[in-house]
């Protein structure tokens, strides 16, 4: 029994083999970091954005990367189709004209069968919109909106600038456009119990949305984050609480909801905690080993 509907799964359904994302840095920018909202950016977000760096420390241009990236990936996983995935910091903001320059660049082999966009709610816009949808007749498209938690006061406290109600206009007006929609979620932030991180996956559940990515939250060197780590004002999640508070997040989702992450990919360098996160096989292992312990699966519990 599959236990959750996985993302491999899912597209090997879509297109009949396997296909891999390759993560990109476009260079853009992020409100929340360059003065318009804030210029701290997110507490958990370092210089590189939750991304590769390819750009910003390499100086690669998005066709570099992709080749880079399409060499590895045939060679480890014989891949022979790609998703485009502009990862790094916010990949909606920016001119309309840059956006659809690095979209196109993209996606101009054939073998590049899919466009993700990785962005905040607060950062797309009709126009916008209407650009991934234009993709739509030849591509995969989804677009990723960072709500991180249901939770007003958690969203304050990480600085995150925009509030959960936000989120939902975004998915809204997303869906409007025939766009496929992922949630990102982090489990283990600041302040947050159990029962809160069970709301923020009832709250998912009841949106239109397509897909969730669910990270567990690390702790990184130079970082709001960071700071509050070594002051001893906040002490991460263990990994016996993650794996169960997954399990029951995953509870309560819908049955059909695409599952993208189930675990946070930390860089080696600068973690400071907590460790376990490095060892993503494991964690995944142990994720569906639960499942299988308590006989449970992805839309148990869903109304």
């Keep these: ?37 804030s210029s701290q950016g997110c507490i958990y977000c370092d210089a590189l954005g939750s991304g590769t760096g390819a750009f910003s420390c390499r100086g690669e241009s998005v066709p570099e990367q992709i080749d880079r990236a399409k060499a590895f990936l045939a060679k480890r996983y014989r891949a022979r189709k790609f998703i485009a995935y502009f990862q790094s910091f916010t990949n909606t903001y920016g001119p309309l004209d840059q956006l659809k320059q690095l979209y196109d660049a993209a996606l101009s082999r054939p073998d590049m069968v899919g466009l993700s966009v990785a962005t905040r709610p607060d950062c797309i816009d009709p ?13 995969l498209v989804w677009v990723e909106l960072g709500l991180q938690s249901a939770h007003d006061e958690t969203l304050r406290l990480i600085n995150r600038g925009h509030d959960s109600t936000c989120f939902k206009e975004a998915v809204r007006l997303a869906k409007t456009y ?12 600041p302040g947050e119990t159990s029962v809160m991180m069970r709301e923020t996956a009832c709250f998912l559940a009841e949106l239109p949305i397509d897909g969730v990515k669910i990270h567990s939250l690390y702790v990184l ?12 004002r906040f ?3 263990t990994r016996d609480h993650y794996i169960e508070t997954v399990v ?29 996160t490095l060892e993503k096989q494991k964690n995944l292992d142990m994720i569906r080993n639960a499942l299988e312990r308590e006989n449970t699966w992805q839309g148990r519990l869903y109304r």
């Design 221 to 232: 060197q130079d970082t709001a984050m960071g700071a509050l780590y070594h002051s001893g």
């Design 248 to 276: 029951q997040v995953l509870e309560l989702l819908p049955p059909d909801l695409v599952i993208q992450r189930l675990t946070g990919d930390p860089p080696k360098t600068g973690l400071l905690a907590p460790l376990w």
């Design 127 to 139: 126009e916008r919109l209407r650009l991934l949808s234009s993709y739509r007749p030849d591509h």
């Design 1 to 37: 029994m599959n236990r959750y509907r996985d993302y491999n799964t899912y597209l090997q359904e879509i297109f009949g083999e396997r296909v891999q994302k390759i993560p990109l840095d476009a260079g853009l920018s992020c409100p929340n970091r360059d003065g318009t909202l």
């Design 235 to 237: 002490e991460p999640m």
């Design 178 to 189: 025939d766009l496929n929609v992922c949630a990102h979620i982090i489990l283990g932030l």
